[in-house]
């Protein structure tokens, strides 16, 4: 008995590991699309989109105060523009979930340094060692400096927004 409970493990594990390896992905594109804060669309060279949901950061919600600066904030970071998207996993709503780079730039980074975004604590452990910190010291810079959304004396931050009965 205990070699089979042994077995049933390792066969987790592995399937834990063959799925991680199977929604990891990596695409090349033009940014088509900017739906907020935190969400672009990737044309590839296929003509094929890709919704993308950018990594470790959360943006204030359309209806939020500073939602349509935060998704203006990323259209002129990124729309138009080739981007690169490294992509290790894909969110419950079937978005590829990525860092997307444009002219060698983090566009997720950056819209927590201008202050339009939060760092997705929930999720930082999924982040790279060196995002997960740099992307921390620049939201502390941000509320420090009152950039943006930190401007306002308590913003609602959109985990808790969206918990908000509407309507």
Known sequence: MHLAKRISVAVAVLALFAYGAATAAEFDGTIVGVA???????????????????????APERTQPY??????????LAHGRTAHADCPKVDRYGR????????????????????FAWHYVKY????????????????????????????????TPPWDYRRIPKG
């Open 67 to 76: 939602g349509q600066r935060a998704r203006q904030s990323l259209a002129d």
């Open 36 to 58: 907020d804060g935190d969400t672009v669309t990737l044309l590839d060279a296929s003509k094929t989109q890709h919704r993308i949901r950018l990594d470790g950061i959360d």
């Open 124 to 155: 930082a452990r999924e982040q790279r060692t060196s995002d997960r910190a740099s992307y921390a010291r620049a939201e502390h810079e941000a509320r420090s400096a009152q950039t943006g959304l930190w401007s306002f004396s308590d913003p």
């Open 96 to 115: 590829a979930v990525c860092r997307v780079i444009v002219d060698g730039v983090d566009i997720g980074f950056e819209q927590i340094r201008r202050g």
